[in-house]
């Protein structure tokens, strides 16, 4: 079975850094793109960073020059290194893996709360 496993979310001070990671099992991980996503109550779930599996990276405008994904293929590993954190940035952070040939596979792991609050 596919598993996609979150960790590192947490409480953090404005201004402060959290590193998420996540963890995935039973799919070929160097050929899928990774995401990022979030949701915050009462909004729509959105894309906060991907990476493609030739290394290409895309970030949401709210966080350019702030977050940073990578990723780890020997460890089948996604990393979103978040600095400079916002209360804006409150969410349930959620990792998905995506590829569209030869047709959509996408997965999702169940969610990681990160909070940014004094």
């Known amino acids: 079975q596919v598993q996609l496993v979150e960790s590192g979310g947490g409480l953090v001070q404005p201004g402060g850094s959290l590193r998420l990671s996540c963890a995935a099992s039973?799919?070929?991980?160097?050929?899928?793109?990774m995401g990022w996503y979030r949701q915050a109550p009462g909004k729509q779930r959105e894309l906060v960073a991907s990476i493609t599996s030739g290394g290409s990276r895309t970030y949401a405008d709210s966080v350019k020059g702030r977050f940073t994904i990578s990723r780890d293929n020997a460890k089948n590993t996604v990393y979103l290194q978040m600095n400079s954190l916002k209360p804006e940035d409150t969410a349930v952070y959620y990792c998905?893996?995506?590829?569209?040939?030869?047709?959509?596979?996408?997965?999702w792991g169940q969610g990681t709360q990160v909070t940014v609050s004094s």
């Open positions: 998905n893996a995506e590829r569209l040939w030869p047709k959509l596979y996408e997965y």
């Open positions: 039973g799919i070929t991980f160097s050929t899928y793109t």
